[in-house]
């Protein structure tokens, strides 16, 4: 373990792994994919579109009509959202309808996942020394 509590080698693995680019994958890997499905939730206005995605499909007049943003402005963030995948775009005639795509989000949700079960382990081995330190304290007084 590194003095973060990383395995020995995670930096390097991590770093060949985010610079191998799969062709297979649109030349994104998943660590390139995450962090663009991260950056577009971290925005409020993007997490709020996909809550009212959520419900069903909408088209872009409807989901504009929600927020006090320009057309253009609501546009931009369905573009952020379409290229991570998180929605996808379809026509419907004359406009076009946005529905929700689940799997970068259950991507999402494992990455959120991985990390709380390696604090978890880590905060439980911090547990287990607290309580050692507590029984040696006793026994030494």
């Given at each position: ?16 792994q985010y ?85 970068p989000l ?36």
């Amino acid at each position: 373990m590194d003095p973060q509590g990383f395995p020995a080698g995670f930096a390097a693995d991590h770093q060949a792994q985010y610079n191998n680019k799969s062709a297979a994958a649109g030349g994104m890997n998943r660590e390139q994919k995450m962090d663009r499905v991260f950056h577009a939730l971290a925005d409020s206005t993007r997490r709020a579109i996909l809550r009212g995605i959520a419900r069903g499909p909408r088209s872009v007049g409807q989901i504009a009509s929600r927020f006090p943003l320009s057309l253009a402005a609501v546009s931009k963030h369905l573009h952020v959202l379409e290229s991570t995948g998180l929605i996808r775009r379809d026509r419907d005639g004359q406009r076009f309808l946005c529905s929700l795509r689940l799997a970068p989000l259950e991507e999402a949700d494992q990455v959120i996942r991985e990390l709380g079960a390696h604090w978890e382990s880590r905060l439980d081995e911090l547990e287990a020394y607290l309580r050692e330190r507590k029984g040696e304290e006793r026994s030494g007084e």
